[in-house]
């Protein structure tokens, strides 16, 4: 079983950024998501439901772009849509996930403990969370693979994550950077069978 904490983001005061300053650059990077189905509600239905409330970055991002994919292999749901629904995909993976080997944090569990929460899947076998762990301030980012057994936990928000993860930074776990160069891909996820969604790209970004 593999698994490793990531402390990069809080070595140094110097290497700490706030967290707007990276979702500010996310949405540099991504350009404009439209925020098509925005909805305060569904998010109030969902931390009601899962015990704990979501760091306002992650919302931010979800509602700005979600249902999306994100070059291609980034998967984000959204709490306001019947279709890729953002709860109901919490609820399965929790599931999913009961009998993985998680080698000391906790297994997924929402409710008034939860501590551990899906957030993102991909098409490559792993799969993210949100987690609070007393191992790292406020909230960090787990990544588990299913597939090979072994978690990831890297001490940065959400944010701090993605932005990473974008830039082609080890983030998903030690020697894989997943980095496609140029303009990020999107693409949003079909909300009815017949719907075929054209992907668009983000503006340049000079890598």
């Known amino acids: 079983m593999q698994h490793h904490v990531d402390v990069r983001a809080i070595s140094t005061e110097q290497e700490v950024q706030p967290m707007t300053d990276h979702l500010s650059a996310v949405f540099a990077m991504l350009g404009p998501g439209g925020r098509r ?3 305060p509600k569904s998010w109030a239905h969902v931390e009601a439901e899962i015990g704990t409330e979501l760091p306002s970055e992650y919302r ?3 509602d700005e772009y979600a249902p999306v994919k994100v070059n291609s292999h980034l998967y984000f749901n ?3 849509t019947a279709r890729w629904n953002l709860l109901e995909d919490i609820r ?3 599931q999913a996930f009961r009998d993985a080997d998680w080698d000391g944090l906790p297994h997924p569990d929402t409710g008034a403990d939860g501590v551990l929460i899906p957030a993102l899947s991909t098409d490559f076998g792993f799969h993210v969370f949100l987690s609070r762990s007393p ?3 406020g909230w ?3 990544v588990h693979d299913r597939d090979e057994g072994g978690y990831w936990e ?3 928000g959400f944010a701090e994550w993605i932005y990473r993860h974008l830039i082609g930074e080890e983030v998903i776990h030690p020697n894989g950077t997943y980095f496609y160069p140029g303009p990020v891909k999107l693409q949003h996820l079909p909300m009815s069978p017949e719907d075929r969604p054209v992907p668009w790209h983000g503006p340049d970004r000079g890598m």
Do not use: C
């Open 37 to 39: 189905f925005a909805d």
């Open 60 to 62: 931010e991002f979800i």
């Open 78 to 80: 959204h709490p306001a």
């Open 92 to 94: 399965q993976t929790e």
């Open 135 to 137: 191992r790292t301030p």
């Open 140 to 142: 960090s980012v787990v």
């Open 154 to 156: 890297h001490a940065m």
